[in-house]
Structures are given as structure tokens and as C-alpha cells.
């Protein structure tokens, strides 16, 4: 983790959190739980400025939460056909996201799919340009292994939380399965020849994932 300080130097100096995005920030905290999980203002305007660079076309999400991300990405989509599909199993969650996705400017181009990832995604035709993995960590190895084959030649896979808390180097006594599945896919996706991978120790670590062209 950044110290506080240096933090709030990087915050100063970069693109401000939109409006909409810091009154979502601000909702996250107020009204669910687990509020760290939101992406927050640094990750959400590398995000933004990642699909930017990509242009893609679709863009694919695991794990919606609270819907921060969803939105900074789709903020960052160029083609006027292009969109975000994301994917939450929290059926709690949906009134809070379709509630701030009416409140975006961008929100018209998420599509919120509400059920577990590995039934939905089936449902959701063509190839991706570009993914976002946050979901169960226990699965990141699961989730891979099914998102790889629907990215396109050249697209790419973030996936968030890759370092977790520092565990992924001391992880204590008890290895759990959370602990468990970050490393395993780790070791997959380093091991992996089909793909380029940098982690990125911004936040939780961002593991950024490029699938070679055939």
C-alpha cells in the first residue's frame, strides 16, 4: 500500500474523480459492506485510461460490486458501439447499481448481468476485447481458464487483487482458500505461453494480461 501522503500526492496530480463517481465512492461507503472493495479514484482512472488505450469493443466484467469500475471503464469506451457487460451473484446489490448506472452519464452502455459468472457468461454472445476479473478469489483460476478462450487475439485480461494484503509472500500458518486460489492463479498465468503478464503492486495488485495473437 501507498502511504497516506504520497498517496494523496498521486490523487492531486491526476485527473479528478468525476462527480457522479465520488458520490458513488461516497454511497458505497455509507450504505454496503465491504466498502474497500470499491475501486476507488486511482484505479478507476487507470481504468478508464487502460480502455482507452485498448479501444475495445466489448468489454467483459467479473465481480461488479458496487459498480465503480464498470462505469470508469465504459467512461473510457471510444467506439460508439462498444460496451461493458458485468457480471454481480449479489442479487442485493442490483437496486444500488441500476440506481447509479441511471445517475451516469455513461451508464447506458453497461449491461448488469445478475447471477453466478460461470452460468452467465454463456449467455452472452462474441468475443471480448478486454476483461476485468474481481470477483470470488477462490475461482480466479476457474474464471481464467473460461474467460481466455472469449478474448480476442490481442485483447487483454485485468485481474484485481493479485497480491493480496502481501499473503500471496506471508501467508501465516493456514493457507486459506482465498490465499489459495490468488496464488494458484498466479502461478497459472506466469506459467501460462499463450500470454504476456506484468502485475502492477498498485492497491491490492493488477495483473495485466495480454493474450498473444495466433
Not at 45 to 61: A, F, Q, W
Request: glycine share 8%; with cysteine.
Amino acid at each position: 500500500m501507498m502511504e497516506e501522503k504520497l498517496e494523496q500526492y498521486v490523487l492531486s496530480h491526476i485527473d479528478a474523480e468525476p462527480e457522479n463517481l465520488q458520490r458513488l465512492d461516497r454511497d458505497t461507503h455509507l450504505r454496503l459492506l465491504y466498502s474497500r472493495m470499491c475501486s476507488g479514484h486511482l484505479q478507476g482512472r487507470l481504468l478508464k485510461m487502460l480502455v482507452r488505450m485498448i479501444n475495445p469493443r466489448m468489454v467483459l466484467e467479473l465481480g461488479t460490486y458496487s459498480g465503480y469500475s464498470a462505469l470508469c471503464m465504459a467512461e473510457g469506451l471510444l467506439r460508439p458501439e462498444a460496451c461493458v457487460h458485468t457480471i454481480e451473484i449479489e442479487d442485493e446489490l442490483e437496486d444500488f447499481l441500476r440506481e447509479h448506472f441511471a445517475q451516469s452519464p455513461h451508464g447506458d452502455r453497461v449491461h448488469l448481468h445478475i447471477g453466478d459468472a460461470v452460468k452467465v457468461l454463456g449467455e452472452v454472445e462474441g468475443d471480448f476485447d478486454l476483461a476485468f476479473i474481481d470477483a470470488n478469489k477462490r475461482d480466479y483460476v476457474e474464471y481464467y481458464d473460461m474467460v481466455l478462450p472469449r478474448i480476442a487475439p490481442g485483447g487483454f485480461i485485468i485481474a484485481d487483487n493479485t497480491l493480496w494484503d502481501g499473503k500471496v509472500v506471508d501467508w501465516g500458518k493456514q493457507l486459506d482458500a482465498q490465499t489459495a486460489g490468488i496464488l494458484a492463479f498466479n502461478d497459472r498465468v506466469a506459467a501460462d505461453p499463450r500470454v504476456e503478464v506484468v502485475i502492477i503492486p498498485l492497491r491490492d495488485g493488477l495483473t495485466l494480461i495480454h493474450k498473444l495473437a495466433q
